[in-house]
């Protein structure tokens, strides 16, 4: 069992999943995908499934609530998602947070979450190689271990390693700011040093001109 949730827009690439898990689902007929999310894409996407045959296999659950989010995804083997960009994936980490295994797509969000460790990663606009990876994973899903998934999930997103990595940020910026700091105020001390001796100067010299004149 598949699943995947996101609003159902063309950024997200659920027409590339859709064709990808057609030829997938001819390979391996107990597939079954569910689609968490709704909006403008979704009649569009349902016609495109009835055009592909696989309506049996493909269940759209309209907008889900992040409670009801987490529910499908503890009830499923995997996770996949097939965007044409992202930013970050919270996605992904909740998917993994649950012990999911997760296929995604090397859109600028997912690389530095999904590894060869905890899923698949495939090109953009690529429904071959998001068939192949559905059926890896359909034929190796076993390799994927639910409790090392979010044991690894935490150590790397969870809480308090989010926490030590932001106190380390702010504590390597408050270390270059000092140095700045340092730096611009020893450049001030001694353009006042020299200042100051320009001054003793010329007051040394109208001294010694007073004192030797007639």
């Known amino acids: 069992m598949f699943c995947t949730v996101s609003h159902l827009r063309r950024l997200k690439g659920h027409d590339v999943l859709l064709t990808a898990f057609a030829r997938a689902l001819a390979q391996c007929p107990q597939l079954r995908l569910n689609i968490g999310g709704s909006g403008q894409e979704e009649q569009r996407l349902k016609q495109q499934a009835a055009d592909l045959g696989i309506t049996h296999a493909v269940t759209f659950l309209g907008a889900l609530q992040p409670e009801a ?8 083997d995997a996770f996949v998602l097939a965007s044409r960009t992202e930013t970050f994936g919270v996605v992904y980490i909740e998917a993994l ?6 296929i995604a797509t090397r859109c600028g969000g997912a690389e530095s979450i999904v590894s060869d460790g905890n899923g698949y ?4 606009d690529d429904d071959d190689a998001l068939a192949d990876a559905l059926i890896k994973m359909y034929e190796h899903h ?6 090392r998934l979010r044991e690894n999930c935490l150590n790397e997103f969870g809480e ?4 030590g990595r932001l106190i380390g940020i702010f504590r390597q910026a408050i270390a270059e700011y000092g140095k700045k700091i340092r730096v611009k105020y020893s450049g001030l ?10 001054r003793q100067y010329k007051s040394y010299g109208t001294d010694s001109l007073g004192a030797s004149a007639p």
Do not use: Y
């Not at 947070?97 to 997760?102: E, F, I, Y």
């Not at 001390?189 to 320009?198: M, N, V, Y």
């Open 142 to 147: 076993s390799d994927f271990e639910p409790a």
């Open 97 to 102: 947070s649950q012990g999911l295994p997760v």
């Open 69 to 76: 989010v987490l529910d499908l995804m503890r009830n499923s």
């Open 189 to 198: 001390t001694k353009i006042r040093t020299r200042r100051r001796s320009r």
């Open 160 to 163: 308090n390693a989010v926490i």
């Open 121 to 124: 990663l495939v090109p953009v």
